[in-house]
């Protein structure tokens, strides 16, 4: 399993160690599904658990488009994978999903997400609310900090399970 990450920084301004942390941790999901096939990212953790790691890149992919396009910037775009009808869409459809689409799609969101962040201060103000509230673009970005370490522990015993292999 090949790490090229950039490991966070020790230290900078605020918006730079938000950066650092949330890159090590979208490229820590990269690295936990690197040198996979299509069917080992398929596989599901135990039964009756829908987890994968296809349905976690999927799932991030949606996280990040929600998130910077739809609450921050205010996109009149659909959710992905058909989510509005079925919430658990993106882990549950995994079976016959493209895995170069899904990827593709992770990276091309993780892109559109990088630029809006980098055009807004810390304390701008998402254009869509969430659950009745104002959300921050400092918020947001903790708030993807901890949902990319989350799933990136699942995916860790994910990965071991596949093929033995571990790391931070």
């Given at each position: ?7 966070p ?141 989350r ?8 990965r ?9």
């Open positions: 399993m090949t790490d090229n990450r950039m490991p920084v020790f230290s900078g301004d605020e918006r730079t160690v938000l950066n650092s942390w949330l890159e090590w941790h979208r490229a820590t999901l990269a690295v936990k599904c690197a040198g996979l096939s299509d069917e080992q990212l398929r596989e599901r953790a135990v039964p009756p658990s829908n987890l994968s790691l296809l349905g976690l890149v999927r799932h991030m992919a949606h996280v990040e488009r929600a998130w910077f396009r739809r609450n921050i910037a205010d996109e009149d775009i659909p959710l992905l994978y058909g989510k509005e009808t079925n919430p658990d869409a993106d882990f549950e459809e995994v079976d016959t999903a493209s895995v170069e689409e899904a990827f593709a799609t992770w990276q091309d969101e993780m892109e559109r997400a990088r630029k809006i962040s980098a055009e807004l201060p810390l304390d701008a103000m998402a254009k869509r609310q969430r659950d009745g509230q104002d959300v921050s673009h400092r918020r947001i970005l903790v708030h993807l900090i901890q949902e990319y370490a799933h990136n522990g699942q995916a860790d015993l994910l071991e399970r596949i093929d033995g292999v571990t790391g931070e």
